[in-house]
């Protein structure tokens, strides 16, 4: 937001979203993304902190206007007037005293999530009164992961039921569906065959997945290998592809059954809940070379699979970053290293480890996110009450 901003405002509600780390600014616009589908009128404004550089583009940000202006300037206060948000949600701290006190005159509603204790600002001199009480008086609440956060504020002055202790903002997922009476009949087809599933399959990955699968039949004989296609149209050269490799190969879209022969299951990717929910162990592929887009591992870790994953991870990197000191993902770079990966993690005692370690952390955030859709829907809602009444 280096410039001043033209673009006439939109008619209806406005929430303004502003991070101050890209783990937070893509989980404000997973969290702003579930909020239009509630309300289709809702109009998405995103600032962050300079230096963060480009964020990528997501689902739940209508307007992404780059590096929120220093406070006081020009920009700054142009921003408000012009825009005049009817909530803004602000993640971390580097908070501006200036924008806060406009905010309040304006009357713009506002919410502090996920600030950390080193994110509070500091009380220059201990014999002044502590500004602290004023600046966040501006916050409708203050929802945070730091009991230390909780007790500056109370000393502060903030009255306690504004102060919310709750997870720390993540992304988190909503679990794809699938159709029960097709698992079920799958689960006894298969009984107790090993599988693993590779989702949205580019064909240049190919080869390195069936070198992949045949290293692991030497062991797992009977092991099943779920090639979930990212583009439907290649399924005919992939089929081809399977069987000049030697392996034997069925075709789940063109109806043909699976027998104790098949080693290699080719489908497309529209059903993935299906294959989550059936596959202990699951390559997220788009991602085995390092130029490729990579996926969210969050859809795949809600069902409980292990998620496996390449060099490729695209704008989703913060996202395994913050998975893999939970030890919820692990990364593979070679066809070995894969094969290795896939018998090591089909032992049932260690998948259900290393699921349960997914699970959790993709589940650590959900509570806040409930928490937080509930307290801007009601923020909204009273909104509208009192711009409705006479």
Not at 36 to 64: I, N, Y
Not at 74 to 81: H, I, K
Not at 299 to 309: K, N, P, R, S
Request: hydrophobic residues 40%; proline residues 6%; aromatic residues 4%.
């Amino acid at each position: 937001m280096t410039k001043l901003e033209t673009q006439t405002r939109p008619e209806g509600e406005i929430l303004w979203l502003h991070a101050t780390t890209i783990q937070r600014y893509l989980a404000l616009c997973d969290i702003a993304h579930r909020l239009k589908s509630m309300r289709p009128d809702l109009f998405v404004l995103a600032t962050w902190e300079a230096g963060m550089g480009q964020m990528p583009e997501t689902e739940g940000c209508d307007h992404a206007l780059g590096a929120l202006a220093p406070d006081q300037s020009p920009e700054s206060r142009y921003f408000l007037n012009h825009w005049r948000p009817d909530l803004c949600l602000w993640a971390g701290g580097n908070l501006r005293r200036g924008m806060m006190r406009q905010m309040r005159e304006l009357g713009i509603s506002a919410l502090l999530v996920d600030i950390e204790e080193q994110e509070l600002p500091t009380r220059k001199l201990r014999w002044l009164p502590d500004q602290r009480r004023r600046l966040f008086g501006g916050f409708n609440a203050v929802l945070t992961p730091a009991k230390a956060v909780q007790r500056q504020l109370i000393k502060a002055g903030m009255p306690r039921d504004q102060i919310h202790l709750t997870s720390p903002l993540r992304l988190s997922a909503v679990p794809p569906g699938c159709d029960q009476q097709v698992l079920a009949s799958l689960q006894q087809r298969l009984g107790s065959r090993p599988v693993w599933l590779a989702s949205r399959v580019q064909l240049a990955e190919l080869p390195q997945l069936l070198d992949s699968h045949r290293t692991a039949l030497r062991l797992l004989h009977r092991m099943l290998l779920v090639i979930a296609l990212d583009d439907p149209e290649s399924c005919a050269r992939a089929r081809n592809l399977v069987q000049d490799s030697g392996l034997n190969c069925t075709d789940w879209n063109a109806n043909e059954e699976i027998n104790d022969y098949t080693q290699i299951l080719i489908t497309d990717s529209a059903n993935l809940g299906l294959w989550y929910r059936l596959a202990p162990v699951t390559l997220l592929a788009s991602s085995l070379q390092p130029q490729m887009p990579g996926q969210s591992p969050l859809e795949a870790l809600a069902l409980g699979t292990v998620v496996l994953h390449g060099p490729g991870c695209g704008h989703h990197q913060p996202v395994y970053d913050q998975l893999a000191p939970l030890k919820a993902t692990k990364q593979i770079r070679t066809a070995r290293e894969l094969a290795e990966a896939v018998i090591h993690l089909s032992a049932p005692d260690v998948a259900a480890r290393w699921a349960l370690a997914g699970w959790t952390a993709v589940t650590e955030g959900a509570a806040m996110t409930d928490q937080l859709l509930e307290q801007v829907q009601d923020i909204l809602d009273l909104r509208e009450e009192t711009h409705a009444a006479p």
